[in-house]
């Protein structure tokens, strides 16, 4: 009897996975070279390598692994500038194109952020001019910045030079018109502020130790080598030294002179200063740096202390002042409005000087509180001003002290003349060089060009209109005083004025004229009288306007008796409603309607 036969599908497929199978279950021993095996069941071509069907996964015992040259397309390696691609036998290297070495000293490196590649030629100058001390010893000071002078410019160039041939750059076309490729060059030099140090910055004071305190920077714009900016940069500085107390921050570049160069802080001033970095900013291109001071003057404590215990009495005093100017009715008229207002600008500028000057950490905060500082002082002058023309004015009218057309004028104009003028002032100020509000130690106007004097000249302008008036005023009293015998009341009163604003002008103008006689060999004796009643122009003002006003007595003593008074009734109140005998709370009641239970 005959078997069965399959059918011929069956049969196909039983065929196929039986040819199949043994393939699945033998190894990959016949890999080529350059590959290895996977899963135990397919060769794959190492790194560095491709097959040559260009399959990753393959079986095919003649498959070849080819290796794969990274540095052509569509690979094309890219090691960065001054670089070329090596390809080798399942790899690659980058290298310096000749004339260009690693920094580090190797021959080879991997890819572009490894890439140190610098002039060996320019490289290996510099540094043997930075080693030979004998050279820098023995060299005076003119041939020094001379060598530097020159070294500076030949690195800068030949960077340029390197810059511009890199392959990198193109042609652009602005307006139909082609323009050539261009660079910006950034070097920094870590030793060469040893050589070119703070002895060749002059534009300082003989006590104030300088000390460079950041490496030399240079930076230039190529092919033309433009210095000068239409817009300026700014640079930010690493500190070399941190911990250091410092005094005084230069922002200076590298000019060069027919004696060869020097530190100088033209076109650069400070921006922002912390303990790690400096923010400068330049209005050309250059090589530049950081300077620092050390003053040889100590900070005086007593005067420290002298400060902050003055200007807390002033603030006390100049509290009760204002007080005083407000709600007491009897002495209420426009010169009491001006002392009012001139109390008020006082206090606020000695309270945010005391909580507010240090406050140097962060810049926007810093330049807003100098803002303020600035516009509430200038305020202050500003009133003061307008207590001499109000002075004046009564003066010229000692008939009626208070006369309506000298009132009604200085109520027009006092108020937008006291807060606008001042306003305005600080505006003109802060829009044309905003970044001058705030120094590295004061949160305060800086000294660089010029700018204190927004605060200096209105000041001193208010002084000397001020000194105008009162010889005016005192003119006419003279005169009056000789003249008229039947008006002693009034000229009484008008010489109490005259008095009261000439002792205000002595407390404002003087303690800033003391301020600008802070030198030679008495600005320690000013620095004191400048301490002393600057701290308490609250206290003096107090003293003048409130203790020494008739009225005033008066107005505290009935408000001593008042006091007083109430105090009194407010005591016999309470011990009547103590023992009266209606008070049941107080025979043992802890709570109001609570009753009392008897045992």
């Known amino acids: 009897m005959q078997g069965s036969s399959l059918p011929p599908g069956l049969c196909f497929l039983l065929c196929f996975f039986g040819a199949v199978t043994p393939k699945i279950k033998a190894s990959c021993a016949n890999c080529p070279p350059n590959a290895s095996c996977v899963n135990n069941s397919h060769c794959t071509c190492n790194s560095g390598y491709v097959s040559g069907s260009g399959q990753k996964l393959f079986t095919f015992p003649l498959e070849t692994c080819n290796d794969i040259n990274e540095c052509e397309p569509p690979y094309s390696v890219y090691c960065g500038l001054n670089a070329a691609c090596h390809n080798v036998e399942g790899s690659f290297y980058c290298r310096c194109v000749p004339g260009y070495r690693l920094q580090s000293g190797e021959e080879r490196f991997n890819n572009s952020s490894g890439n140190t590649c610098q002039l060996q030629k320019i490289v290996d100058t510099f540094e043997s001019l930075l080693t030979n001390q004998t050279l820098w010893r023995t060299e005076g000071r003119q041939e020094i910045s001379s060598t530097a002078t020159t070294i500076l410019w030949d690195v800068e160039s030949k960077v340029l030079e390197t810059a511009l041939k890199a392959p990198e750059q193109k042609v652009q076309k602005i307006q139909n018109s082609s323009v050539g490729p261009s660079a910006v060059a950034f070097i920094s030099y870590s030793s060469l502020g040893n050589i070119i140090n703070a002895t060749f910055f002059e534009e300082t004071d003989e006590k104030e130790r300088v000390f460079l305190n950041s490496q030399v920077v240079s930076a230039a714009i190529g092919p033309k080598r433009n210095v000068s900016l ?8 690493q500190h070399v030294k941190t911990n250091h107390s410092i005094k005084k921050v230069f922002c200076v570049y590298w000019e060069t002179t027919k004696q060869g160069g020097l530190w100088s802080r033209d076109g650069c001033f400070l921006i922002h ?12 291109l250059s090589s530049f740096a950081v300077l620092m001071a050390l003053t040889s003057q100590e900070e005086d404590p007593v005067l420290t202390i002298i400060t902050y215990v003055g200007l807390s009495l002033s603030l006390l005093c100049l509290l009760v002042a204002a007080l005083t100017f407000l709600l007491c009715k009897a002495i209420q008229n426009t010169s009491t409005s001006l002392h009012l207002q001139l109390s008020i600008c006082l206090f606020l500028a000695h309270l945010l000087f005391l909580v507010g000057i240090d406050q140097t950490e962060s810049k926007v905060l810093c330049a807003i509180i100098a803002g303020a500082l600035h516009y509430l002082y200038l305020a202050a002058f500003t009133w003061m001003l307008l207590e001499g023309l109000h002075l004046f004015l009564t003066a010229r009218n000692l008939t009626v002290v208070n006369y309506s057309s000298i009132n009604r004028l200085m109520k027009w104009i006092m108020f937008p003349v006291g807060y606008g003028v001042p306003a305005v002032i600080v505006a003109i100020s802060a829009a044309s060089r905003p970044h001058l509000y705030g120094t590295a130690n004061r949160c305060w106007l800086h000294l660089d060009q010029g700018f204190i004097w927004g605060f ?3 000041v001193c302008a208010i002084f000397s209109v001020n000194l105008v008036l009162f010889i005016l005023v005192f003119w006419i009293l003279k005169r009056k005083l000789s003249s008229l015998n039947s008006e002693v009341s009034t000229i009484q009163n008008t010489r109490m004025l005259a008095f009261k604003a000439t002792a205000q002008l002595f407390i404002l103008g003087c303690t800033w004229c003391l301020g600008f006689l802070q030198v030679g060999p008495a600005a320690r004796v000013m620095a004191y009288l400048f301490t002393i009643i600057n701290s308490l122009q609250g206290f003096f003002i107090f003293l003048v306007y409130c203790l020494l006003s ?3 007595q008066k107005q505290y003593q009935k408000w001593f008796r008042e006091i007083v008074k109430s105090k009194s009734e407010s005591e016999a ?12 709370p107080s025979e043992g009641d802890v709570f109001p309607g609570q009753v009392k239970r008897k045992y």
């Open 456 to 458: 200096l000249g209105p």
């Open 273 to 284: 200063v912390n303990k790690s970095h400096t923010m400068c900013n330049c209005s050309h």
């Open 550 to 552: 008739q009225q005033v």
């Open 230 to 237: 239409s817009k300026s940069v700014t640079l930010t500085f």
């Open 573 to 584: 109140y309470t011990l009547s409603s103590k023992m009266g005998p209606d008070s049941k």
